[in-house]
């Protein structure tokens, strides 16, 4: 049996979550008013259900993440992501358009202060998601990542594929 977490908390967690989702994926400016009411009945039943099945198994689901300091932190941790990318999907494209840019791919160990699992999934996930990276296994507090261009210091290689991700991660799930 998983480990339970704060039993109404993480219900209601997990039942708000899956709400706005459900609002933020249906939603449509050309939508009816009748319509979206409609969605958001059926969203509320459907996020109460899978809150009810669900929310034992997520032993770190808490409303402590509503707090508005870690949303804080989420909403610029959302901005640093999208910048990180942006940057990153440049540098893919000289490399692409360069056919003679010298490459170095390889696997590199980085250490993570981050304690949370979900924040070292969440980590995992950005760098994964930022071209050029990808997670390949999470061991305690080291991630192995395969990197399209290794720098040749490694000891600096952390610090520039974490980039600002952990820090203001730190803020959200500390």
Known sequence: MPENNSGASGYAFVAIVGFIT???????????????MQEVFVGAVVALTVAGLTY???PGASMKYFHPRRLGYLMVY?????????????????I????????????VKITTDLSSPAAK?????????????????????????HWVQVCDDL?????IIKGAFEKWLKGVFS
């Open 56 to 58: 034992r198994y997520l």
């Open 78 to 94: 959302t901005f640093v992501f999208i910048w990180e990318m942006i940057k990153a999907n440049i540098h893919m494209m000289i």
């Open 155 to 159: 000891s600096k290689a952390g610090d």
């Open 121 to 145: 999934l969440m980590l995992a996930n950005s760098i994964t998601l930022t071209p050029g990276t990808m997670t390949m296994e999470i061991k305690d507090n080291t991630l192995y990542i």
């Open 22 to 36: 459900w609002i933020a994926l249906i939603f449509s400016p050309g939508i009816t008013m009748e319509a979206f």
């Open 96 to 107: 692409v358009l360069s056919p003679k840019m010298p490459l170095k791919p390889g696997i």
